[in-house]
């Protein structure tokens, strides 16, 4: 009765009651409710409504459906949230969100099969998990960026969570191992740190000064957009003076001009994985499983030619002695 709030039983009882089953990891199976819940940390991202759309065609080929929980950007309601889902008794959860706590997680995967979509800062037990190669995608925009005849190059992140800071470290890893020490700079993650960053930037290339940044990797396609944008404003063409890469290459990436040269996340792939991890655990599967899809790169109209190199100047293989590395502009 407790189980199945029925009355008849103590406020008192129910709850211990309701404690001993989550202590147990004890989930009723008999009955389902046929649903998914899935939980983003926001909806006004079109990187979660792509990887929404993954999950309900999934879902839809396992003949369930989907409830979707909107986080807001707020991690104390993302908890609320994922509370409530699970009040709903779906069937399992895919958290298309890293800004959970570990012992929300925990706690959500002892009531119902719980994956992660996106990169943790450490595994937490009791869950699957789906994330996109990040350092390798971030190596993919610098090698088409170095092979397009740039060699100055920024890097605009506008959050420190566990995916951008990879990408921040894959843009820095590759540039120097390309030999580019001195020769790169790193934009944000603060946030109005990082907007005058970009409009420094893109003042020094209207002064023509032969130091600034030719090219732009941005963490995320909203980030690059903002670039876009304040080029636009700036009167400084896109890609004859800058060229711009994003990530995620997302609906976004195709509604601005120039088209966005973007890493591509397989975002509906990673959300028909997390449906395929549910199918597994309900079909008796208990360990954890991982799963990191690779990314890649589609060059638009974004990216054009660096400026020519100079005579003596020092190509991406062979770094000077005592070069420095990428400076960092927080």
């Known amino acids: 009765m407790a189980l199945n709030d029925r009355p008849g039983v103590s406020a008192t009882t129910r709850e211990r009651v309701h404690a001993a089953a989550r202590r147990l990891g004890y989930r009723r199976r008999a009955r389902g409710t046929g649903l998914l819940g899935v939980l983003p940390t926001d909806l006004g991202n079109p990187y979660h409504t792509d990887v929404i759309a993954g999950i309900e065609a999934e879902a839809e080929s396992l003949g369930l459906g989907v409830v979707i929980a909107h986080g807001r950007r707020d991690g104390a309601h993302l908890e609320r949230q994922l509370q409530r889902l699970l009040e709903l008794d779906v069937d399992g959860i895919v958290a298309v969100t890293t800004w959970l706590t570990p012992d929300a997680l925990e706690q959500a995967a002892r009531r119902a099969p719980t994956v992660v979509i996106g990169r943790m800062q450490d595994a937490v037990e009791g869950t699957d998990a789906v994330s996109n190669h990040d350092q390798a995608g971030a190596a993919l925009a610098v090698r088409h960026l170095v092979e397009r005849g740039h060699r100055r190059l920024a890097h605009v992140t506008l959050s420190t969570r566990p995916g951008p800071a990879l990408r921040r470290t894959g843009f820095l890893a590759e540039t120097d191992r390309l030999g580019l020490g001195g020769r790169c700079e790193v934009i944000g993650p603060d946030r109005a740190a990082a907007e005058e960053g970009i409009d420094m930037l ?27 944008h304040r080029a636009a404003d700036l009167q400084v063409a896109v890609p004859e003076q800058l060229s711009v890469v994003g990530y995620d290459s997302s609906a976004v990436a195709l509604t601005v001009r120039p088209h966005l040269t973007s890493v591509n996340q397989p975002r509906q792939e990673m959300g028909r994985i997390a449906a395929q991890m549910l199918r597994e655990r309900f079909a008796g599967r208990a360990h954890d499983a991982r799963s990191i899809v690779d990314p890649q790169l589609i060059v638009r109209a974004s990216t054009g030619p660096g400026p020519a190199l100079s005579p003596g100047a020092q190509g991406p293989g062979a770094q000077a002695p005592g070069s420095q590395m990428c400076a960092v502009h927080r």
């Open 202 to 228: 893109l003042r020094a290339l209207r002064r023509g000064d032969p130091d600034a940044p030719t090219a732009v990797f941005a963490a995320n396609d909203i980030a690059a957009v903002r670039v876009l």
